[in-house]
């Protein structure tokens, strides 16, 4: 109910600007990705399953923080679309992708649901597991 109160705000609001969008366009807009908390990360990582860590940061960014995790899958946002096969192993398991934020491993997951996988981004990304780490 309110998620289609929403929609229909968001359309009113882009009708009066001027900017045509049906109300499934702008659902799309809205669409949520797919994500976990810290903690829930950190529970997967106690137990290692059927999960495997995609880290879409760049080479430099790497080098100054290591991650601690083992089976990490790296390769740059940038480099995903052209390397998604490189994933093909792991179609039947949950890709957790990470980065400092968030913004680009929600970017991935957009990518990686449209070619078939199941995946979900770390919630406040790298820069907030590893806060919540130091307390």
């Not at 903690?39 to 601690?68: A, C, F, H, Y």
């Not at 400092?100 to 929600?106: C, D, L, Q, V």
């Amino acid at each position: 109910m309110i998620k289609r109160a929403v929609i229909s705000i968001l359309t009113a609001i882009l009708l009066v600007g001027g900017i045509v969008m049906s109300a499934g366009t702008v659902q799309g807009l809205i669409k949520k990705v797919p994500g976990v908390e810290t903690n829930e990360l950190k529970t997967w990582l106690s137990s290692p399953g059927d999960q495997v860590i995609v880290d879409v940061r760049t080479d430099s960014e790497r080098e100054i923080d290591k991650l601690d995790f083992d089976g990490v899958v790296h390769i740059p946002l940038q480099e995903l679309p052209d390397r998604i096969e490189e994933l093909a192993g792991y179609r039947y398991q949950t890709i957790v992708v990470v980065c400092p934020e968030g913004s680009r491993s929600r970017q991935a997951v957009r990518w990686l649901r449209k070619a078939g996988y199941d995946a979900v981004f770390l919630r406040g990304g790298l820069n907030g597991f590893n806060e919540e780490q130091a307390l």
